[in-house]
T-cell receptor, first 114, second 111 residues
């Protein structure tokens, strides 16, 4: 099946710094990429939808100026958490839709903000 | 936003027993999917059932879907310790749309 990779798998940063998370489709063209966030012991919440070459669409309550999404190519979407704070510590997962209602999920990135 | 509730939130059973998890959702759907997540890890797709299907099997998994009640169940038969994980249902509106996840059930299977 199609593969989506994420980098880094884990990142620890200091409060106030920015962190970039990359999501790559390795063997297919990802026109659309979804970004989810999962807090400890909770479920996945959709944050935003990015489409190649256009602005991302954010879910209600997600600050677009804090979570910058760029989808400049058909194989790469990035999520930058700007001025990260401890409450941004979470598991971030990307996914891209495939055919027949499938979704290809990345393995996730664990962000810890100190 | 989340689609609905999963029941129970946590389930502890012995190896060999069956585990049943339920999922309710709020809106009309095109399909419903079940995923497994081991602690701190990514998602593993288990099974997809479409809105025009009522039951589906895959190995030790059996999924039912009742669109009139907006609910689904996942049955894992003859559970194993390796089945210990969190299980999430997720609903989809069709090709190219994001999934909306339920709150999940944490399953613990002891040997």
């Amino acid at each position: 099946g199609a593969v989506v990779s994420q980098h880094p798998s884990r990142v620890i940063c200091k409060s106030g710094t920015s962190v970039k998370i990359e999501c790559r489709s390795l063997d297919f063209q990802a026109t659309t990429m979804f970004w989810y966030r999962q807090f400890p012991k909770q479920s996945l919440m959709l944050m935003a939808t990015s489409n190649e070459g256009s602005k991302a669409t954010y879910e209600q309550g997600v600050e677009k100026d804090k979570f910058l999404i760029n989808h400049a190519s058909l194989t790469l979407s990035t999520l930058t958490v700007t001025s990260a704070h401890p409450e941004d510590s979470s598991f971030y997962i990307c996914s891209s839709p495939g055919g027949l209602d499938t979704q290809y999920f990345g393995p996730g990135t664990r962000l810890t903000v100190l | 936003s989340q689609q609905g509730e999963e029941d129970p939130q946590a389930l502890s059973i012995q190896e060999g027993e069956n585990a049943t998890m339920n999922c309710s959702y709020k809106t009309s759907i095109n399909n419903l999917q079940w995923y497994r997540q081991n602690s701190g890890r990514g998602l593993v797709h288990l099974i997809l059932i479409r809105s025009n299907e009522r039951e589906k099997h895959s190995g030790r998994l059996r999924v039912t879907l009742d669109t009139s009640k907006k609910s689904s169940s996942l049955l894992i038969t003859a559970s194993r310790a390796a089945d210990t994980a969190s299980y999430f249902c997720a609903t989809g509106l069709g090709a190219g749309t994001a999934l909306i996840f339920g709150k999940g059930t944490t399953l613990s299977v002891s040997s």
